[in-house]
Protein backbone atom coordinates (compact mmCIF):
# COMPACT_ATOMS: atom_id res chain seq x y z
CA UNK A 1 0.00 0.00 0.00
CA UNK A 2 0.51 3.61 -0.19
CA UNK A 3 3.43 5.21 2.50
CA UNK A 4 3.99 8.91 3.01
CA UNK A 5 6.49 10.39 4.75
CA UNK A 6 6.25 14.32 6.29
CA UNK A 7 9.39 16.21 7.14
CA UNK A 8 10.14 17.98 9.27
CA UNK A 9 8.07 16.63 12.28
CA UNK A 10 8.18 20.54 13.79
CA UNK A 11 9.23 23.84 12.30
CA UNK A 12 9.90 27.02 13.88
CA UNK A 13 9.57 29.92 11.81
CA UNK A 14 9.36 33.95 12.39
CA UNK A 15 6.55 35.85 11.53
CA UNK A 16 6.99 36.94 7.86
CA UNK A 17 9.19 33.83 7.29
CA UNK A 18 8.58 31.42 4.68
CA UNK A 19 7.80 27.96 5.80
CA UNK A 20 8.62 24.50 3.74
CA UNK A 21 6.81 21.60 4.41
CA UNK A 22 7.83 17.93 2.70
CA UNK A 23 6.77 14.85 1.85
CA UNK A 24 7.44 12.00 -0.24
CA UNK A 25 5.05 9.31 -1.41
CA UNK A 26 5.90 5.45 -2.40
CA UNK A 27 2.47 4.78 -5.10
CA UNK A 28 3.44 5.71 -8.30
CA UNK A 29 -0.61 5.63 -8.84
CA UNK A 30 -1.14 8.25 -6.28
CA UNK A 31 -3.32 10.83 -8.05
CA UNK A 32 -4.11 13.80 -5.71
CA UNK A 33 -2.59 15.04 -3.22
CA UNK A 34 -4.34 17.47 -0.20
CA UNK A 35 -2.52 19.25 2.34
CA UNK A 36 -4.64 19.76 5.69
CA UNK A 37 -4.37 22.29 8.31
CA UNK A 38 -5.07 20.98 12.19
CA UNK A 39 -5.64 23.31 15.08
CA UNK A 40 -5.81 21.71 19.02
CA UNK A 41 -9.35 20.23 19.59
CA UNK A 42 -10.12 20.65 15.53
CA UNK A 43 -10.51 18.24 12.92
CA UNK A 44 -8.19 18.75 9.36
CA UNK A 45 -9.14 21.64 7.68
CA UNK A 46 -8.32 21.24 3.33
CA UNK A 47 -6.19 24.27 2.65
CA UNK A 48 -4.86 23.12 -0.88
CA UNK A 49 -5.15 20.25 -3.10
CA UNK A 50 -3.13 19.31 -6.32
CA UNK A 51 -3.63 16.78 -8.94
CA UNK A 52 -0.99 14.64 -10.64
CA UNK A 53 -2.00 16.37 -13.87
CA UNK A 54 -0.33 19.98 -12.36
CA UNK A 55 2.91 20.68 -11.18
CA UNK A 56 2.44 23.65 -9.31
CA UNK A 57 -0.98 25.45 -7.58
CA UNK A 58 -1.18 28.81 -5.77
CA UNK A 59 -3.40 30.40 -3.74
CA UNK A 60 -2.61 33.93 -2.29
CA UNK A 61 -0.09 33.09 0.51
CA UNK A 62 0.01 29.28 0.20
CA UNK A 63 1.21 26.95 -2.95
CA UNK A 64 1.95 23.49 -3.34
CA UNK A 65 4.46 21.65 -6.08
CA UNK A 66 4.33 18.16 -7.50
CA UNK A 67 7.10 16.19 -8.71
CA UNK A 68 6.09 12.88 -9.92
CA UNK A 69 9.18 11.43 -11.06
CA UNK A 70 10.64 12.19 -7.62
CA UNK A 71 7.39 11.41 -5.96
CA UNK A 72 7.38 14.40 -3.55
CA UNK A 73 5.39 17.25 -3.11
CA UNK A 74 5.94 20.26 -1.10
CA UNK A 75 3.53 22.99 0.95
CA UNK A 76 5.32 26.64 1.17
CA UNK A 77 3.51 29.09 2.95
CA UNK A 78 4.95 32.66 2.65
CA UNK A 79 4.86 35.20 4.96
CA UNK A 80 4.05 33.70 7.76
CA UNK A 81 1.53 34.81 10.52
CA UNK A 82 0.78 33.56 14.26
CA UNK A 83 -2.85 32.78 12.91
CA UNK A 84 -0.41 29.79 10.65
CA UNK A 85 0.61 27.85 13.78
CA UNK A 86 -0.59 24.80 13.99
CA UNK A 87 -0.02 21.10 12.72
CA UNK A 88 -0.21 20.64 8.85
CA UNK A 89 -0.36 16.93 7.42
CA UNK A 90 0.41 16.18 3.56
CA UNK A 91 -1.86 13.16 2.05
CA UNK A 92 -1.63 11.07 -0.98
CA UNK A 93 -4.15 9.27 -2.67
CA UNK A 94 -4.44 5.90 -4.86
CA UNK A 95 -7.27 4.49 -7.18
CA UNK A 96 -8.92 3.30 -3.95
CA UNK A 97 -9.65 6.81 -2.60
CA UNK A 98 -8.30 6.34 0.74
CA UNK A 99 -5.98 8.98 2.03
CA UNK A 100 -3.42 7.87 3.08
CA UNK A 101 -1.26 10.92 5.80
CA UNK A 102 2.29 12.09 6.33
CA UNK A 103 2.91 12.41 10.09
CA UNK A 104 2.19 15.89 10.42
CA UNK A 105 4.49 18.98 11.19
CA UNK A 106 4.02 21.51 14.22
CA UNK A 107 5.04 24.85 12.76
CA UNK A 108 4.73 27.64 15.00
CA UNK A 109 4.98 30.92 13.75
CA UNK A 110 6.96 33.17 16.37
CA UNK A 111 5.49 37.01 16.30
CA UNK B 1 -25.33 22.53 7.93
CA UNK B 2 -22.55 24.36 6.68
CA UNK B 3 -19.79 21.58 7.38
CA UNK B 4 -19.66 18.15 8.54
CA UNK B 5 -20.89 17.23 12.43
CA UNK B 6 -20.04 14.48 14.63
CA UNK B 7 -21.76 14.06 17.92
CA UNK B 8 -20.77 13.37 20.45
CA UNK B 9 -18.04 15.21 20.93
CA UNK B 10 -16.36 13.39 23.80
CA UNK B 11 -16.99 9.77 25.00
CA UNK B 12 -15.97 8.12 27.87
CA UNK B 13 -16.43 4.34 28.46
CA UNK B 14 -15.92 1.44 29.63
CA UNK B 15 -13.56 -1.22 28.75
CA UNK B 16 -15.94 -4.19 27.37
CA UNK B 17 -18.78 -1.64 26.41
CA UNK B 18 -20.76 -0.92 23.27
CA UNK B 19 -20.37 2.96 21.61
CA UNK B 20 -21.47 4.40 18.33
CA UNK B 21 -20.44 7.48 16.98
CA UNK B 22 -22.60 9.55 14.45
CA UNK B 23 -21.47 11.45 11.50
CA UNK B 24 -23.75 13.97 9.79
CA UNK B 25 -22.24 14.78 6.14
CA UNK B 26 -22.40 18.34 4.28
CA UNK B 27 -25.40 17.91 2.52
CA UNK B 28 -25.73 16.67 -1.00
CA UNK B 29 -22.74 15.05 -0.42
CA UNK B 30 -22.65 11.22 -1.70
CA UNK B 31 -19.34 10.08 -0.48
CA UNK B 32 -18.33 9.28 3.69
CA UNK B 33 -15.30 8.15 5.23
CA UNK B 34 -14.40 7.55 9.12
CA UNK B 35 -10.63 8.38 9.87
CA UNK B 36 -9.10 7.04 13.49
CA UNK B 37 -6.09 9.57 14.91
CA UNK B 38 -3.98 8.58 17.58
CA UNK B 39 -2.19 11.55 19.95
CA UNK B 40 0.74 12.84 17.46
CA UNK B 41 -0.38 10.70 14.32
CA UNK B 42 -1.84 11.44 11.13
CA UNK B 43 -5.36 9.64 10.49
CA UNK B 44 -5.73 6.07 9.25
CA UNK B 45 -9.01 5.14 6.86
CA UNK B 46 -11.17 3.14 8.66
CA UNK B 47 -14.23 2.92 5.86
CA UNK B 48 -15.83 4.51 3.00
CA UNK B 49 -19.42 4.61 1.64
CA UNK B 50 -20.53 5.61 -1.69
CA UNK B 51 -24.49 6.12 -1.21
CA UNK B 52 -25.32 3.44 1.24
CA UNK B 53 -23.28 0.78 0.86
CA UNK B 54 -19.50 0.56 1.99
CA UNK B 55 -17.48 0.74 -1.22
CA UNK B 56 -14.00 -0.04 0.95
CA UNK B 57 -13.33 -1.32 4.57
CA UNK B 58 -10.11 -2.35 4.37
CA UNK B 59 -9.40 0.02 7.27
CA UNK B 60 -11.60 -1.69 9.73
CA UNK B 61 -9.02 -3.03 12.22
CA UNK B 62 -11.00 -6.17 13.27
CA UNK B 63 -14.87 -7.11 13.28
CA UNK B 64 -15.23 -5.54 16.42
CA UNK B 65 -15.73 -2.49 14.08
CA UNK B 66 -18.99 -1.60 12.06
CA UNK B 67 -20.24 1.38 10.42
CA UNK B 68 -23.76 1.92 8.45
CA UNK B 69 -25.13 4.39 6.12
CA UNK B 70 -28.43 3.08 5.67
CA UNK B 71 -30.45 6.08 3.97
CA UNK B 72 -27.28 7.45 2.05
CA UNK B 73 -26.94 10.68 4.30
CA UNK B 74 -26.10 10.25 8.26
CA UNK B 75 -23.72 7.28 9.16
CA UNK B 76 -23.19 5.46 12.60
CA UNK B 77 -19.50 3.76 13.41
CA UNK B 78 -20.07 0.86 16.08
CA UNK B 79 -17.46 -0.42 18.10
CA UNK B 80 -18.22 -3.35 20.09
CA UNK B 81 -16.70 -4.77 23.43
CA UNK B 82 -14.25 -1.84 23.51
CA UNK B 83 -10.82 -1.83 24.21
CA UNK B 84 -7.92 0.38 25.77
CA UNK B 85 -6.51 0.54 22.16
CA UNK B 86 -9.23 2.17 20.83
CA UNK B 87 -9.32 5.22 22.86
CA UNK B 88 -8.32 7.75 19.75
CA UNK B 89 -10.06 10.51 17.97
CA UNK B 90 -12.14 9.67 15.60
CA UNK B 91 -13.09 11.83 12.41
CA UNK B 92 -15.40 11.60 9.59
CA UNK B 93 -14.89 13.18 6.30
CA UNK B 94 -17.92 13.42 3.11
CA UNK B 95 -17.30 14.83 -0.17
CA UNK B 96 -19.82 15.74 -2.90
CA UNK B 97 -18.70 12.61 -5.08
CA UNK B 98 -15.94 9.87 -4.59
CA UNK B 99 -13.30 11.94 -6.24
CA UNK B 100 -13.40 15.58 -5.26
CA UNK B 101 -12.17 16.98 -2.16
CA UNK B 102 -12.76 15.69 1.34
CA UNK B 103 -14.02 17.70 4.41
CA UNK B 104 -13.50 16.56 7.85
CA UNK B 105 -15.66 17.24 11.03
CA UNK B 106 -14.68 18.00 14.06
CA UNK B 107 -13.89 14.31 15.41
CA UNK B 108 -15.29 12.35 18.46
CA UNK B 109 -12.73 11.47 21.43
CA UNK B 110 -13.07 7.89 22.58
CA UNK B 111 -11.78 7.74 26.10
CA UNK B 112 -11.51 3.54 26.77
CA UNK B 113 -11.28 3.68 30.40
Known amino acids: GENVEQHPSTLSVQEGDSAVIKCTYSDSASNYFPWYKQELGKGPQLIID?????GEKKDQRIAVTLNKTAKHFSLHITETQPEDSAVYFCAARTGGNMLTFGGGTRLMVKP | GAGVSQTPSNKVTEKGKYVELRCDPI?????LYWYRQSLGQGPEFLIY????????DSGLPNDRFFAVRPEGSVSTLKIQRTERGDSAVYLC???????????FGPGTRLTVL
Open chain 2, 93 to 103: ASSLRMETSKF
Open chain 2, 27 to 31: SGHTA
Open chain 2, 49 to 56: FQGTGAAD
Open chain 1, 50 to 54: IRSNV
